[in-house]
């Protein structure tokens, strides 16, 4: 009998320690379960905090290469114009050495084209000149030969009209 009563004592200590280690286990998984809450929302507050970080420093950057970006094609811009520039006012050089080449050229031309015409105008003119003498001389003579048979016809009517009478 002894025996059951420690056994019994035994059991209601077993059981006393079960409900104890339940409890134990009970309030350890509460602690836990409270525990992970808290990790979760604190790893989601770390989450949202990198989150917001990371966006910060892309938008930090992306609006710092913009800027350099933007000074970058401000630069290029303005080599290109200088650029620019220095081509339009050499060809516009250019263009007026040709415009100064051609105009010389064309008044050179023009030079020569009045000597010539000049030089044809005197052989036209020489040339009709001495079509004129030509002429002249053959209607000289020609009047000259009219003014002999008128003279002869003359003449001969003189002479006609001497015998006659």
Do not use: P, W
């Amino acid at each position: 009998m002894v025996l059951e009563e420690q056994l019994k004592k035994l059991k209601e200590s077993f059981s006393k320690e079960n409900s104890s280690v339940a409890e134990l286990q009970e309030q350890h998984n509460r602690q836990l379960s409270e525990q992970t809450k808290s990790s979760q929302t604190l790893l989601k507050q770390i989450h949202s905090s990198f989150q917001q970080q990371m966006i910060d420093t892309l938008e930090g950057e992306r609006k710092l290469f913009q800027a350099q970006l933007k000074t970058s094609l401000a630069e290029q811009q303005e080599v290109h114009q200088q650029q620019l520039v220095k081509q339009a006012k050499a060809l516009k050089d250019s263009l007026e050495v040709e415009a100064a080449n051609a105009t010389s050229s064309i008044e050179n031309n023009l030079k020569i084209l009045q000597v010539e015409m000049k030089q044809l105008i005197a052989k036209e003119v020489e040339n009709s000149t001495r079509q004129s003498n030509a002429l002249m001389s053959t209607a000289m003579e020609k009047h000259a030969i009219v003014r002999v048979y008128l003279y002869s016809m003359c003449n001969t009517t003189h002479n006609t009209t001497i015998i006659m009478k």
